[in-house]
């Protein structure tokens, strides 16, 4: 049972190779081989979830084997309830990926979907990794697939982007890298012994300069993926340039990456320098809120417009994740399923209206209603959904966040809250501009396809599920957060006993 | 000289008596293949006693060399990469001009002394080694006598190289002054700085930094890359440089380094400017030759990183960065060489617009060969600059750690330019690149199997660092 662990990344590996292969005689087969592999996938990991369910510890799968035993690198999958649902999210954006690329991608589809399943299997690997050096492994080999994915297939300023992607995120990565090793021999020195494994390495003792330093070189790695204001910038140009594809997986998934870094190992690995530094993390937060909502009215291009709302509602995730009681961080693993649906949708809408259209240029958009209005509907639906309408998945989530840090962060939460009304007038204003009011420009292009109304269909029913009934999401969640929460208590605790712990803030 | 020193010594009188035979056979029939394989056989034959030599135990031959895990196990690679590098040339040589067949003898005496270097433990076999490997290469550089670069390539080498080799003895004469003796294992550094030992080894190695053309001692690297021929480049980037780490490491490893701050200084300054140096110089180049010259200028920074954490795994962590520099290194050279026609190597940046498109293959060797030397996770440069990084950190060097990170990430620029180039869709109009010749089976099958062992050294390198870290035992 275990051995499923490395199944499911090496699954997508070899899915993603068998796509390769038979993208050089047949461009069909190499897409319905990677819908396969996918589809595969997420029965594998339903079954799965069957199987653990009803589980009470909170690790309920477990893989370790030794990889480069001279260097103490391990290979150490496990699996618990916030990698499952992050598993899910891989799955079901990495099948809308496939999908929304049907007739839009092509030239080069084998490379195109072995691309595409690397980066789905590397975030497998993230979700599961357990080993900091497997962790970081897994971190960066998704770079070299999306950097092509920008690069060959984006749109027209793709090298740029790709190119500000990457370095971006490597510098971030790098980090983190030295980070790690630092956590390596402030462990040996405390304990003796030369271990990368997460479990191990928690509540590791160390003075509270060296905490903070180490705690740093992970947040920055952590802040860009997560595009968290001021290292947000490669966000924009990346998103805007990548094809639909690449940007539902930008969006919906490597964002969430930067969450669940910050979640699974930032905060429980170094509790102490969190806490002094949590102050600053959600002043981060609460500014990228507001500021990706500001930044999202001057856009003229709704590609780039789509992807500054990303801004503001990571801004969310981050308020959530350092408030760190378990009311907010079942808040932000709420924004970051939701988000990731939703603006996975938004993406692949404006995909739709690129193909159509050739332009994302809004000054050109307006009355698209009546030329669409099965498209006019579910954008109308996506912008409800991202304002956080009550009753779907935004709102739940945004909602629990704000709640959580409303005990302590009283100002914080105010203007964050700021943020709500100013979703709620950028995404009306978006569709004002492009679905409302006259056409001007004469517009004529056929309505949703079959195939893209079943993309819609899936992505507007799991923001429908996730809203009315969050309940199950939230009880999957709850027993790794609780965990989690210990696990920085307690290392709390052994470092310095004297200080109160109030009410579960890191 | 005892039985037992001509058993320990077969791999070198095998790789000496080699070019003599090959150089008999040219004088009677010119056959170019007969010469690859000959040249091939001889150092497959060069190979096979070091797995019987291995048991033996560290050997003494005379003063002047020691054969044991450390020399046996750098042989082994040097006669490697030669062989890949002559099995590289074969087909740009039979493109290329009309006399190939000297430059297997050149690059088997090269490889010669590359192994009395690797194998040295005395000044004068130091001496010696360098000499044979640089009076080799002098003349590789400079073999398209019709190529104006390739002989201003060739008389720069020859000009810096014997004033490198100047410095190189005047600092063996003022050690040997100041000690005695010119056998390496004598050599302590004491904590109260000698002024004398100090120069000489300063001197010394001064020397040394020159051939792996560290920086301020770079200057020849970038024109030699330009001008020599492609697989002569190669045995440049690969096999000099490889035989140099050997002998530094062997002198300096033991002698403590940490333990004379003034070396120790100058060394990290050298590390930190050779890192940012070349990765700052090769943003500026159009020509990917010269890239790979600054590029392998910051590597060899990178490794001097590794090897100044000191001890075990200081020579561990370098010498497993020197041997995913190596395999990198052979795959990008072999790729420049695989496209080069008769008239120019396909240096320029522009050579590779578009190759993605019309040689998949040889634009994914050079992809992965790029993105190891770049140190991109599941290609051995990773784990290469992880070990290294690992034996810096963990001996408190944090400001060379993060100068190595720091300059990697500038790094990271140039090699996704060229990258980028070779996955940038042709122009329509645009017929086949005159430098685009269909590569050979004999190089594509060379070029699979390194990107082949590229990727598997990022994946599993378990094997290849026990390996490494039994022949440290030696020598620590």
């Not at chain 1, 006259?438 to 056929?446: A, D, I, V, Y």
């Not at chain 2, 020397?207 to 030699?224: E, R």
């Not at chain 2, 992809?367 to 001996?395: D, E, H, N, W």
């Amino acid at each position: 049972m275990n051995q499923i662990l490395p199944i499911l990344v090496l699954w997508l590996l070899a899915g993603g190779f068998l796509a390769w292969l038979a993208g050089r005689w047949s461009k069909p087969l190499a897409r319905w081989i990677s819908l396969g592999a996918l589809i595969l996938h997420l029965g594998a990991l339903a079954w799965l979830g069957v199987q653990v369910a009803g589980q009470q510890t909170s690790w309920v799968l477990d893989f370790t084997w030794p990889w480069i035993p001279q260097l103490g690198f391990g290979i150490h999958l496990a699996l618990d309830g916030l990698s499952y649902l992050l598993l899910l999210l891989v799955d079901l954006l990495g099948i809308v990926a496939v999908a929304c690329s049907w007739k839009g991608i092509q030239e080069r589809v084998g490379f195109f979907h072995f691309n595409l399943l690397w980066i789905l299997a590397a975030l497998t690997g993230v979700f599961l990794a357990l080993d900091l050096i497997l962790f970081y492994f897994f971190w960066e080999a998704m770079l070299v697939p999306l950097y092509f994915l920008i690069g060959i297939w984006g749109h027209k300023n793709r090298r740029y982007a790709a190119l500000k992607f990457f370095i971006f995120t490597q510098a971030g990565g790098l980090l983190m890298l030295l980070a790690i090793l630092g956590l390596y021999f402030v462990h040996e020195q405390a304990t003796g012994t030369y271990t990368f494994d997460y479990l191990q390495l928690l509540g590791t003792r160390m003075s509270p300069a060296v905490g903070m330093w180490l705690m740093l070189g992970f947040f920055a790695a952590f802040a860009v993926k997560l595009a968290a204001v001021p290292v947000h910038t490669w966000l924009p140009d990346a998103h805007t340039e990548a094809p639909t594809a690449g940007s539902v997986i930008m969006a919906g998934l490597l964002l969430k990456a930067g969450a669940y870094g910050m979640l699974r190992f930032l905060v429980p690995l170094f509790p102490e320098a969190a806490l002094r530094f949590a102050p600053v993390a959600m002043v981060m937060g609460g500014v990228g809120i507001v500021y990706g909502a500001i930044l999202t009215f001057s856009q003229t291009d709704l590609k780039r417009l789509v992807a500054y709302t990303s801004i503001s509602h990571m801004g969310f995730v981050l308020l959530g994740i350092f408030t760190w009681n378990l009311l907010a961080l079942q808040g932000a693993v709420m924004v970051m399923l939701a988000h990731g649906v939703t603006t996975g949708a938004l993406f692949v809408l404006v995909g739709y209206l690129q193909e159509r259209m050739h332009t994302r240029d809004l000054q050109r958009m307006g009355g698209l209603w009546s030329v669409a209005p099965a498209m006019g509907g579910v954008a109308l639906f996506l912008a409800a959904a991202s304002l956080g309408l009550p009753g779907l998945a935004n709102f739940v989530g945004e909602c629990l966040v704000l709640l959580g840090a409303y005990v302590h962060h009283g100002p914080i939460v105010i203007v964050a809250a700021v943020g709500f009304i100013l979703a709620a007038v950028y995404a009306l204003w978006m569709i004002q501009r492009t679905f409302a009011g006259p056409n001007r420009h004469g517009w004529r292009f056929p309505d949703l396809t079959g195939r893209e109304a079943a993309i819609m269909a899936l992505l507007v029913a799991a923001i429908v599920g996730l809203g009315l009934y969050p309940q199950p999401a939230l009880n999957t969640a709850q027993r790794a957060l609780e965990t989690m929460q210990q696990y920085a208590v307690s290392a709390q605790e052994m470092a310095s006993p004297v200080q109160p712990s109030d009410g579960g803030a890191p | 000289m005892t039985p037992a020193d001509l058993t320990a010594l077969l791999p070198l009188i095998i790789l000496a008596a080699t070019p003599v035979v090959v150089l008999l056979v040219i004088a009677f029939r010119r056959s170019h293949l007969l010469t690859l394989i000959l040249t091939l056989l001889g150092l497959l034959l060069a190979f096979v006693p070091l797995f019987t030599a291995r048991s033996g135990g560290p050997q003494n031959v005379m003063p002047l060399l020691v054969i044991d895990g450390y020399a046996l196990f750098y042989v082994g690679l040097l006669v490697t990469v030669a062989f890949a590098a002559a099995v590289l040339a074969y087909p740009y040589l039979k493109r290329h001009t009309d006399r190939r067949e000297e430059f297997y003898v050149l690059l088997l005496l090269a490889t010669l002394g590359a192994a009395v270097l690797a194998a040295s433990n005395h000044f004068a076999s130091f001496f010696l080694g360098l000499e044979i490997l640089s009076v080799a290469l002098y003349v590789l550089v400079a073999y398209r006598r019709e190529d104006e670069r390739s002989i201003e390539g060739g008389f720069k080498y020859l000009v810096l190289a014997a004033t490198s080799a100047a410095f190189l003895l005047l600092g063996m004469a003022l050690v040997y002054a100041q000690q005695g003796t010119m056998a390496f294992d004598r050599l302590v550094l004491q904590p109260t700085p000698n002024l004398l030992l100090l120069v000489g080894l300063g001197l010394i190695l001064v020397g040394i930094g020159f051939k792996l053309a560290l920086v301020p001692f770079h200057m020849w690297a970038p024109d030699v890359y330009e001008g020599a021929p492609a697989p002569a480049a190669t045995l440049i980037a690969t096999v000099s440089k490889g035989s140099v780490v050997a002998v530094f490491l062997r002198l300096f490893v033991p002698a403590d380094i940490g333990s004379s701050p003034t070396l120790f200084w100058a060394l990290s300054a050298v590390a930190i400017a050779s890192m940012f140096g070349g990765n700052l110089l090769a943003l500026a180049q159009n020509n990917v030759k010269r890239i790979l010259a600054y590029s392998s200028i910051a590597h060899l920074g990178y490794v001097l990183v590794g090897f100044l954490a000191g001890g075990a795994q200081a020579v561990a962590a370098s010498t497993f960065y020197v041997v995913t520099y190596l395999a990198a290194t052979l795959a990008a050279f072999g790729v420049v060489g695989a496209l080069s026609n008769s008239r120019r190597d396909a240096d320029a940046i522009e050579d590779y617009h578009g190759l993605y498109w019309r040689r998949p293959w040889l634009a994914a060797v050079l992809t992965v060969a790029l993105f190891s030397l770049a140190g991109i996770p599941l290609t051995a440069g990773f784990l290469g600059k992880l070990y290294v990084l690992l034996a810096s950190v963990g001996a408190g060097l944090w400001p060379l750690a993060v100068s190595l990170v720091a300059s990697s990430v500038i790094g990271l620029y140039y090699y996704l330019r060229v990258i980028v180039a070779m996955f940038a869709q042709p122009e329509a109009e645009q017929g086949v690149s005159p430098t685009h010749p269909l590569p050979s089976v004999v190089e594509g099958g060379t070029l699979g199997v390194l990107a082949v062992l590229l990727v598997g050294l990022g994946v599993y390198p378990t094997p290849i660092i026990r390996l490494i870290e039994a022949m440290v035992a030696n020598l620590i």
